[in-house]
């Protein structure tokens, strides 16, 4: 029912968008400030290896709003700043603090540097790809293993502007852990979702 809400909801904002400004959207100096990750479907895949060699992989689907326990990072909404160097091409990036409470409390801080270009589709549609990479690190205050994490990450993000000043971001994603630590061990994570976020456009 949620899921069904959500997406008649997502398609009524899109399907009033009058002819705004996406045309416009990039050009140099432009500045985007944003909610991202905030409303995610996700696959995840996490490996574990032991000092004593042993391997454990494990993998999971996660939906949900906000701050929801996904078992990653990378899940997880950010708030996000964006400016146009030149027509199209931006440089920016994104942080992000977590806080997960059930059996285990975690809470974490992310950091995700990247570049990316902006092109029109229509007056109201674009799209933004975007590349860079990703560092986390988690604890949990009441003792246990440490978590860090450091990722090649990509996106294409559609932009949906219902008025020139705002947009609905929404697209794929696809974050790969390079190398990270679980305490002692050593422990990586790839995990792909569609997200939807918010933009402001100043």
């Not at 950010?78 to 806080?99: N, P």
């Not at 560092?135 to 994490?149: I, L, R, S, V």
């Amino acid at each position: 029912m949620r899921i069904a809400i959500v997406v008649a909801v997502g398609a009524a904002l899109i399907g009033s968008c009058p002819l705004a400004m996406a045309q416009d959207f990039g050009s140099q100096g432009t500045v985007t400030l944003s909610a991202e990750r905030v409303f995610g479907l996700n696959w995840t895949h996490s490996r574990r290896e032991f000092r004593n060699n042993n391997v454990d992989r494990t993998s999971i689907t996660t939906f949900g709003i906000g701050w929801y326990r996904s078992e990653s990072a990378f899940n997880n909404p950010r708030a996000a700043a964006d400016v146009f160097v030149i027509d199209q091409l931006s440089v920016g990036g994104s942080l992000g603090f977590y806080v997960w409470g059930d059996d285990v409390d975690r809470q974490g801080l992310i950091f995700a540097p990247r570049v990316g270009y902006a092109a029109a589709l229509s007056d109201a549609i674009g799209v933004w790809p975007r590349g860079g990479l990703t560092y986390y690190a988690e604890e949990p205050p009441g003792g246990g293993a440490d978590y860090t994490q450091f990722a090649l990450s990509g996106e294409c993000m559609f932009t949906f502007f219902p008025q020139d000043t705002w947009a609905i971001l929404a697209g794929p994603t696809l974050d790969l852990g390079l190398t990270g630590d679980e305490g002692d061990n050593d422990f990586s994570q790839y995990s792909f979702g569609i997200h939807a976020g918010l933009m402001g456009v100043l």
